[in-house]
């Protein structure tokens, strides 16, 4: 997922954008979290971060797009841009972990976050001596609406 500052061109996957101004648009491939960041680049965005619930629930409504079309219950990771660098432990207590927005004003932003954002798949490895990224994990069913949480 790339955070825009400007509409993408209709060739892209999945494209949304909030009253705001903040687009996001969805790419599906078996990347790295450094190659999405890169391709975003190239794109003249970056790995995506929310600064609050309602762009949350934006990005969660176009990566259920992407998802929900498939007739077989699935599950994706989506690459944003949180990272947590090797100087910065483990944060139970915090909602994101320790993990902050790579790239969004000054790579931290927002400074403090919503319970709300404190959703995880499974609790991130305890560490302060590795950077570690986190991607967010999709999960769809044809029963139920898709189940989301952060993913080390």
């Not at 949304?16 to 975003?40: E, K, L, Q």
């Not at 947590?84 to 969004?104: I, Q, V």
Request: proline share 8%; glycine share 8%.
């Amino acid at each position: 997922a790339c955070a825009l500052g400007r509409p993408p061109p209709p060739s892209w996957v999945a494209v949304s954008c909030s009253p705001a101004g903040a687009c996001f648009s969805v790419h599906r491939a078996n990347a790295s979290y450094n190659t999405a960041r890169d391709a975003c680049d190239r794109r003249r965005g970056s790995l995506a971060w929310v600064s609050g619930e309602s762009e949350l629930r934006l990005l969660l409504g176009l990566l259920a797009e992407v998802v929900v079309p498939v007739p077989v219950p699935v599950s994706a990771l989506f690459w944003v841009g949180l990272k947590r660098n090797a100087s910065t432990c483990t944060n139970t207590a915090d909602p994101l972990r320790g993990f902050t927005w790579e790239g969004a004003e000054g790579g931290a932003h927002p400074q403090e976050v919503s319970a709300a954002f404190g959703q995880w798949v499974k609790e991130p490895m305890r560490s302060c001596l590795t950077v570690r990224c986190a991607g967010l994990h999709l999960a769809a069913s044809l029963a139920s609406s898709p189940s989301w949480g952060w993913k080390e």
